[in-house]
């Protein structure tokens, strides 16, 4: 069995087609005025490598990530998705909290529509869900903008595997969900194996061990045997792992933007996958 690169194309919700690697929008700055020009050119960037599957969120900012965007990228190309999530909003203190309100996740839908210069967020992601508000309520407020036109397909972010199976109870074709999940962090692979079992998408987010991945020897003797970075042999075996999976790295420089998206090019061997396979032991539940 030789080595060979992983189908590089997802549906999500079976009917949007992107690029498994993405592009996580979070830490591109938006102000000063220097920071959000370089800011804008990596948001470009990330486009003319070909990736069609932009990350943000109201939370990155309180929607300045979004507006950033809107400035780099709009009138978008007809290929590419931009997702944005909803459900924290700023204390009077200035603190972000869970808000699962009907009425808050309308406000922000609503916002996000208008900064991000759209009629409708084909991908909506509830960032967290709020323990204080019935989920129902919830997906039941994000269900109705879906059928008032503003919302195309529905995604979740930090969920176990029970609450999926929740709200999929809730709003059966959940598209997406977005956990934390990487090459040295597999707390939710059981959440993972629902979702390719399902056909959803999985977005993990923080895809590269910040700190780490370079220090562990196996993927630095990995990164030196293929002319790698450890980045990119962290991110290819996520390529590897599971067809359900759509890393979202993100960066605020074009050189680390270009080595991340290199990483669709590195095919990993049966060999290189199995000591890769070893480095973490998956829970039995979630």
């Avoid at 591109?28 to 490598?49: K, S």
């Avoid at 039941?140 to 008032?148: I, M, T």
């Avoid at 002319?227 to 075996?237: E, F, G, S, V, Y």
């Avoid at 359900?244 to 270009?258: S, V």
């Amino acid at each position: 069995m030789t080595d060979k690169k992983p189908v590089s194309t997802f549906r999500i919700g079976g009917t949007l087609p992107v690029d498994r690697l993405g592009f996580g929008a979070m830490h591109l700055p938006t102000e000063p005025a220097a920071d959000r020009a370089n800011a804008v050119a990596v948001a470009r960037r990330a486009v003319e490598l070909g990736v069609t599957l932009i990350d943000t969120a109201h939370l990155y900012g309180g929607g300045a990530n979004e507006e950033l965007l809107a400035e780099a990228l709009h009138p978008y190309p007809d290929d590419l998705l931009i997702t944005t999530k909803v459900g924290f909003t700023r204390s009077p203190s200035g603190e972000w909290r869970n808000d699962g309100r009907p009425d808050s996740l309308r406000t922000q839908v609503e916002e996000a529509l208008r900064r991000l210069r759209v009629e409708r967020l084909e991908l909506l992601q509830l960032h967290r869900l709020d323990p204080g508000i019935p989920l129902a309520e919830q997906l039941g407020a994000l269900a109705e903008l879906r059928a008032a036109g503003k919302v195309g397909l529905i995604g979740l972010s930090e969920v176990t595997v029970a609450e999926l199976d929740e709200a999929r109870g809730i709003v059966d074709d959940i598209a997406s969900v977005q956990n934390r999940y990487n090459l040295l962090d597999r707390e939710h692979e059981p959440v993972l194996r629902a979702c390719e079992a399902a056909g959803i998408a999985f977005l993990p987010w923080r895809p590269v061990a910040w700190g780490s991945t370079g220090e562990q020897a196996t993927i630095a003797a990995i990164a030196h045997e293929l002319d790698a970075t450890p980045t990119q042999i962290a991110l290819a075996w996520l390529l590897h792992h599971s067809p359900a999976l759509l890393p979202i790295p993100g960066t605020a420089r074009i050189a680390h933007l270009e080595e991340n998206v290199a990483a669709g090019d590195v095919a990993l061997t049966p060999a290189h996958l199995e000591r890769l396979d070893g480095l973490a032991e998956s829970p039995e539940g979630s």
